[in-house]
Structures are given as C-alpha cells and as structure tokens.
C-alpha cells in the first residue's frame, strides 16, 4: 500500500505562484510513477505533470513552461513537488495527487484526497 498526503493548496492571485507537495509512504521502494491531476468543475480530470523513478517527466501542454515537476527521494518517503508560476483563472481545480506502483504484471494506482487551488485576480 502507498498513502499520499497533498500540501500546498489554496488561493493565489493571477499571475502568481504556488508549489503543491505531495508525500508517499508505505510500499514506496515500487512507485514508478508519482505526478499531479486536476479537476476543474464540470471537467474531467486530467494530467498535469508525472515524473518517473528515471527521472523522465512530462507535462500537459496547458502548464508546459509555467509548471516544475521534482521528486526528493528519501528513506521511508518519496515527495513530489508541482511547482507552477503565472498562475491562470483557468488552472483554478482541484489538484490530485497519483503513484503508480508496479508489481511484475499487476499496477496499483493510488490517489490523494486532493488540495483545492483557486487562481483569483
């Protein structure tokens, strides 16, 4: 199992900045994939960033140049950052958190409760 606590959330002005971060613990020695999803109201939700153990990311095109995705490595805990700057009324969602932990064949996806990130002007 792999719990995931969200941090960061909250309302920042237009053209602002914020930084989410999101802690993994339990069966982390396994997590291919840590990222960050979103869902505004009445949308689907839907990428923004993920990262994986290689360190390869990749990031929506509505956030590329704007949003930083980083993972520190520790001992029991892995963290991932969302680092996004100029911030848009259109990023206003409410951010998730998701692992991917690989076992041979079998996927495990884990969610955050989510932090909620309202972009004001």
């Known amino acids: 199992q792999v719990q995931l606590v969200e941090s960061g959330g909250g309302l920042v002005h237009t053209g602002g900045s914020l930084r989410l971060s999101c802690a993994a613990s339990?069966?982390?020695?396994?997590?291919?994939?840590m990222g960050w999803y979103r869902q505004a109201p009445g949308k689907q939700r839907e990428l923004v960033a993920v990262?994986?153990?290689?360190?390869?990311?990749?990031?929506a095109d509505s956030v590329k140049g704007r949003a930083t995705i980083s993972r520190d490595n520790a001992k029991n805990t892995v963290t991932v950052y969302l680092q996004m700057n100029s911030l848009k009324a259109e990023d206003t969602a409410i951010y998730y958190c998701?692992?991917?932990?690989?076992?041979?064949?079998?996927?495990?996806?884990?969610w955050g409760q989510g932090t909620q990130v309202t972009v004001s002007s």
């Open positions: 339990g069966s982390i020695f396994s997590i291919n994939l």
């Open positions: 998701h692992a991917v932990r690989l076992e041979g064949p079998l996927r495990y996806d884990y």
């Open positions: 990262t994986t153990s290689g360190g390869n990311t990749n990031y």
